[in-house]
């Protein structure tokens, strides 16, 4: 009789503890399109032609921040990409917010002889940066900027991460190239064989706090976000951060805990006042055709489960095409009730995305939200 209660009581606390685990979100439909009006801002033929990370920071109402990782340079004719340089990194300048009227504007660095180079690179001169999500607090500009460099092999993915680094510009409405920079390796990371942990991976500035969210992959157990926080004027003092564990906050990383799964490393999480609820956009365990949402009424969740929002039609075009990278930019909704999302389609075959000018571009969806349950 006792192994019975026992066996019941362990059952009661598993049903009370997935409970507690899912936010019940109200229900509402979610209406997917294309939309190719946005896609043209980025569909240029010369100088900045192709790339991927596509993260946005809103500057004032009519200026917003375009951050690249790896970005293709030179021009496209008949149909391919010719002359073209591969760098690291690029950044853009949104002038306006409706597609139409809207004008954009390109920034890389320069090699002493001219050639493109990365707009930002590493302060100790080891590997790359791709770019990561970015914030305006206290009158600078704070960007996350995750450090690689290669490995052997020559797949897309001969690469490992090697460090994480918080800049912070202090003239961030000066052009790009003439960022005044300062670059603080964040100590929370961790990277190796079993285990890596980052940050960065999107931002949420709300109610005197900057929410950094990032991601914990642990060999063969997938992705899941993780989350820490800083006061909105101290993001760059390492020691004001606090981590999301399983019952509260806490100084010790060691003790930070997943919130939820099948996220990638870049990804949003955005207020979205139609649902009144916060809302994770991402790709499916980072590289997927489908693009899925959760919500909750805190950053910090429980999350609700995972809904396919979109299927991204680009794998089908080819046997080594895939699509990554989703996430949403608040400042480009028209509504109330939508997200305009962006996600990148590459290719495992590297000369294929050098010759599809379709492929490596800002992909635009648009997301609407009704029948929302009060």
């Known amino acids: 009789m006792k192994a019975l209660i026992a066996r019941a009581n362990i059952k009661l606390g598993w049903v009370i503890f997935l409970l507690l685990s899912v936010t019940f979100s109200r229900a509402a439909d979610w209406n997917s399109e294309s939309a190719p009006e946005y896609?043209?801002?980025?569909q240029k033929t010369h100088g900045w032609i192709g790339a991927d990370g596509d993260f946005t920071v809103a500057l004032t109402n009519g200026l917003t921040l375009w951050l690249f990782s790896d970005t293709f340079v030179g021009e496209v004719r008949d149909g391919h990409r010719v002359n073209a340089t591969m760098i690291n990194n690029s950044?853009?300048?949104?002038?306006?917010?409706?597609?139409q009227p809207a004008r954009v504007e390109f920034f890389h660095g320069k090699s002493s002889d001219g050639k493109p180079r990365a707009l930002i690179t590493p302060a100790d001169g080891k590997g790359w940066f791709w770019l990561f999500d970015g914030v305006l607090a206290n009158g600078?500009?704070?960007l996350f900027l995750p450090q690689f460099e290669r490995t052997e092999g020559n797949?897309?993915?001969?690469?490992?991460?090697?460090?994480?680094?918080?800049?912070?510009v202090s003239n961030p409405f000066a052009p790009p190239t003439e960022w005044q920079m300062t670059q603080r390796k964040i100590p929370f990371a961790t990277f190796g064989s079993r285990e890596n942990r980052l940050f960065g991976s999107a931002l949420l500035q709300t109610h005197g706090f900057i929410y950094i969210f990032g991601a914990s992959?642990?060999?063969?157990?997938?992705q899941?976000?993780?989350?820490?926080?800083?006061?909105?004027t101290r993001l760059a003092d390492f020691q004001s951060w606090q981590f999301r564990t399983a019952t509260g906050w806490s100084t010790n990383v060691e003790e930070i805990a997943p919130l939820c799964e099948s996220v990638a490393t870049e990804y949003s999480v955005t207020w979205l006042p139609a649902l009144e609820q916060f809302v994770l956009i991402c790709t499916e365990?980072?590289?997927?055709e489908k693009i899925i949402a959760r919500t909750a009424t805190k950053p910090w969740g429980p999350w609700s489960a995972a809904k396919v929002v979109y299927r991204c039609p680009e794998p089908t075009w080819s046997k080594n095409v895939f699509t990554y990278a989703a996430k949403a930019h608040p400042m480009l909704a028209t509504n109330s009730n939508e997200l305009l999302l962006t996600y990148a389609a590459n290719s495992f075959d590297f000369e294929e995305t050098l010759k599809d000018p379709r492929l490596y571009w800002p992909r635009f969806v648009r997301v609407k939200i009704s029948?929302?349950?009060r």
């Open 140 to 142: 600078k500009l704070f």
């Open 91 to 99: 950044a853009a300048w949104q002038h306006g917010l409706d597609a």
């Open 285 to 288: 365990n980072g590289m997927s």
């Open 371 to 373: 029948n929302v349950e």
């Open 224 to 232: 899941k976000m993780i989350l820490a926080r800083a006061p909105e």
């Open 217 to 222: 992959e642990v060999k063969q157990q997938g």
């Open 39 to 42: 896609d043209s801002w980025f």
């Open 155 to 168: 797949s897309t993915f001969s690469f490992q991460h090697i460090g994480l680094w918080l800049g912070e």
